[in-house]
């Protein structure tokens, strides 16, 4: 079974609609479990209790750059974060992308939530856009590992981040025609750091460019990091399985 290592099936504090179709779709396509992370402060509520009445759902919690105005402390309590389904702290990090005009409240936020996962023992899950420098040098003063969600950034980053002990997550744009430069630094990395994630519903795979992406695609994703990865069937299934349990050492799987 694949494991979508981050979705989004909870956004502006709501499960989305028709979720239990979703998830169907998910399990016919041999998705066996789903990490559903976190990024709007009104998702942190309800996501444990949610992924609780999931067999093999797990959660993230973090609050994304988007809302770096927000002070975490006053959202995600540390008993929060030994909830057993909650595994990591995510997705966090920093997005240059609309400008600087808040990068101090950004690194703020990412700080705080980097200190918050790091006194709760937890991986962390990063986001982060046009903005690799002030990533680096953030994780490089933190003890914290995690992973690279939606990897698009460079060979630097990823030759950076593997140093400090961090995976890597391919995400849908793995298969984009244009997204060459991503295939290549994907077969740079050593397979034992991979991990695979739709962030759904964001990101659709081909061949469902422009549908709304859901967990069941990541098995299209998959087929291109096998091809990239010059793996494929059971072999990769279970490395991928190892190194998203490895990275996540909370999630506990029913078979
Ligand atoms: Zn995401």
């Known amino acids: 079974m694949f494991i979508d290592t ?3 099936l909870i956004d502006d504090g709501h499960v989305i609609d028709h979720v239990d179709a ?4 998910a399990t016919d396509a041999g ?3 789903i990490i559903c992370a976190c990024a709007d402060p009104k998702d942190i509520a309800i996501a444990p209790e949610f992924v609780s ?10 609050i994304h750059p988007e809302y770096a ?5 006053d959202i995600i309590k540390p008993q929060i974060l030994s909830h057993p389904r909650v595994v990591g702290v995510g ?3 920093l997005d240059y992308h609309y400008g600087r005009d808040n990068r101090n409240a950004q690194i703020k936020l990412f700080e705080t939530q980097l200190a918050m996962a790091e006194s709760a023992g937890l991986p962390v899950a990063i986001h982060t856009r046009d903005a690799e420098e002030d990533t680096m040098a953030i994780l490089d003063n933190s003890n914290v590992t995690g992973v690279l969600h939606c990897f698009t950034g460079s060979w630097d980053l990823a030759r950076h981040m593997l140093d400090r002990g961090f995976y890597i997550s391919a995400s849908g744009i793995l298969t984009f025609k244009n997204a060459a430069a991503i295939r290549d630094t994907f077969v740079r990395i050593p397979h034992d750091r991979i991990v695979i994630e739709t962030d759904s519903p964001y990101c659709a795979p081909v061949p469902h460019r422009g549908s709304v992406c859901e967990p069941a695609m990541v098995v299209d994703t998959a087929r291109v990091l096998g091809d990239v ?5 059971s072999e990769l299934v279970q490395i991928l399985r190892d190194n998203t349990c490895r990275l996540y050492p909370k999630i506990s799987l029913v078979e």
């Open 229 to 233: 990865m010059g793996i494929g069937g």
């Open 53 to 62: 009445g999931h067999q093999n759902m797990f959660t993230t919690l973090g």
């Open 91 to 93: 997705e966090i990090g």
């Open 22 to 25: 979703v998830l169907a779709r």
């Open 31 to 33: 998705v066996g479990a």
């Open 6 to 8: 981050h979705c989004h």
């Open 69 to 73: 105005d927000v002070d975490a402390r």
